[in-house]
Every structure is written in structure tokens, then in C-alpha cells.
């Protein structure tokens, strides 16, 4: 019991001496995710009544707001209801791509999604995160790039500044943390190379 008090009052020392996370501090004043306040209200509407919405299954419709809001999106895109899109002036989808119900593409910064990829139900492109190590909890940003025929599996996570390289899939409910190789099956948290992926003819 003695040994026990005492490792209780070293640790609240330690604690004590500490810097502490102040998010009043928190000021993201230097990000500027373009387009204009006005353009940016509206798409809040647009993204509400017809993206999140799940009751619009419509992928024409989303693809031609989607384009007129800034995107380049390719031809032969499927979106499922549900979807949830931060900025579509920062997004870039080539041909023949799958993405999901309850997928979240999150992009503070640009999201490259080349062709025939698959983003399964519930995954999210995370651009953004925090400093941890900062009393401010700073905002960090970071583009994300799905090369062609990747797949991000159900509920699966790639974290901002990750490349998943052509052909390489992300199981599902794993959190990529780093670029993944190409024709690679990445899985786990944080995602680490199982085995190769072969393409049969």
C-alpha cells in the first residue's frame, strides 16, 4: 500500500509539471479552403439535402452538383445515399469509381480518386488532424491520393498526406497511417502488408 501511495504521488508530480492542452488558444485562421463564404454555405445546403440525405440514390443528380460545385468526376460513377463531402472544389474522381453508403470524404485538402476505385460503406478520407503535442491542438492538413483500383474496405480509414498505391486494398475497419504499396493488402491499426494482391486474367 505504501509503494502504491508513493507511485500515485510521483505520477501526479509528473502531471502537475506538464503542459496542458488550452483549446481556447485554438485558431485556424491561416486555413483557407476556398471558393468563398457564399459558395461554401451553399454547398452545406446542397451536401445536406442531397449527399447526407439517404433518401436521394440518384448518382446522376450528385454528379452533375458535384461538377458544378468544382469537382472533376469522371464518367460511370456510382454514389450510394449517405454520402458525406466536406469540399467538392477539393475533389478529383476519375472513371468508373464505387463509393459507398455512409462513406465520408472529409477533404480539407485535395482527394485524388483515380479510376475504378471502391470506397466501401462507412469508409472515411481524413485530410485533417491535430497537433497533439501543441497547447493549441493545431489544425494539420494533408492531401490524400487512392491510385487506380484501390479498394478501402468497409469502415476502413486513410489518414491525411496517405498515397494508396495502384491496385492495393485497405480491410475493412483498418486505419492507413502511411502510404500503402501498390497490388499490397494492407490490415489492421495502424495497416501493415499481409500479402500481395494477383488480378486474375
Request: charged residues 15%; glycine residues 8%.
Given at each position: ?7 500515485q ?79 467538392p ?76 498505391g ?36
Amino acid at each position: 500500500m505504501h509503494l502504491a501511495f508513493r507511485y500515485q504521488y510521483i505520477i501526479k508530480l509528473q502531471t502537475e509539471n506538464r503542459h496542458t492542452v488550452n483549446l481556447a488558444s485554438f485558431s485556424n485562421d491561416w486555413y483557407n479552403p476556398g471558393a468563398g463564404i457564399v459558395k461554401r454555405a451553399l454547398w452545406y445546403v446542397v451536401n445536406a439535402l442531397f449527399f447526407i440525405n439517404p433518401l436521394v440514390p440518384l448518382s446522376g443528380l450528385k454528379v452533375w452538383l458535384l461538377r458544378l460545385f468544382g469537382a472533376t468526376v469522371g464518367k460511370g460513377v456510382v454514389m450510394k445515399p449517405s454520402l458525406n463531402i466536406k469540399y467538392p472544389w477539393l475533389l478529383q474522381i476519375g472513371n468508373h469509381v464505387w463509393i459507398g453508403e455512409n462513406v465520408w470524404i472529409d477533404n480539407l485538402a485535395q482527394v485524388t480518386i483515380k479510376h475504378n476505385v471502391t470506397l466501401s460503406q462507412g469508409a472515411m478520407l481524413l485530410t485533417g488532424s491535430h497537433d497533439y503535442k501543441k497547447p493549441a491542438f493545431d489544425l494539420i492538413v494533408g492531401s490524400i491520393t487512392l491510385d487506380e483500383s484501390v479498394w478501402v474496405g468497409a469502415k476502413a480509414i486513410v489518414c491525411p498526406g496517405v498515397t494508396c498505391g495502384s491496385h492495393s486494398v485497405l480491410a475493412a475497419g483498418s486505419v492507413a497511417t502511411s502510404d500503402l504499396q501498390a497490388y499490397t493488402i494492407y490490415q489492421g491499426n495502424p495497416a501493415i502488408a499481409k500479402r500481395e494482391r494477383h488480378i486474375s486474367a
